[in-house]
């Protein structure tokens, strides 16, 4: 079992940049691929962003591709959501999530895939 807590999130201007964070509890985070997502008000949950366990493979969604980067430290049981040039429709709150991983390069895309998942931290980004 993993536990996730977010963190990073904030108020920015359109055009600005923010990192969130995920960390991790317990010793096999290296096994869990993860993934980033978001919920507006009065919209389902999205997909954002996926890393797998190594961090050699990373996928994006369309809307995020090109300016968000996925990453992780497996050493710090960390996973980072680095965002930049925001709009202010990337507003929501941004959750974390994983899913024990069988194959080095495994990523999941679909909020049904995943098993464990964070509190959500809140991302504005005002016009």
């Known amino acids: 079992q993993v536990q996730l807590v977010e963190s990073g999130g904030g108020l920015v201007q359109a055009g600005d940049s923010l990192r969130v964070s995920c960390a991790a509890s317990g010793r096999t985070f290296m096994r869990y691929a993860m993934g980033w997502f978001r919920q507006a008000p009065g919209k389902e949950r999205e997909f954002v962003a996926a890393?797998?366990?190594?961090?050699?493979?990373?996928y994006y969604s369309d809307s995020v591709k090109g300016r968000f980067t996925v990453s992780r430290d497996n050493a710090k049981n960390t996973v980072y959501l680095q965002m930049n040039s925001l709009k202010p429709e990337d507003t929501a709150v941004y959750y974390c999530?994983?899913?024990?991983?069988?194959?080095?390069?495994?990523?999941?895309?679909?909020?049904?895939?995943?098993?464990?998942w964070g509190q959500g931290t809140q991302v504005t980004v005002s016009s």
């Open positions: 890393i797998s366990t190594s961090g050699g493979t990373t």
């Open positions: 999530a994983a899913e024990a991983a069988w194959y080095p390069n495994y990523y999941l895309t679909m909020v049904s895939e995943y098993t464990y």
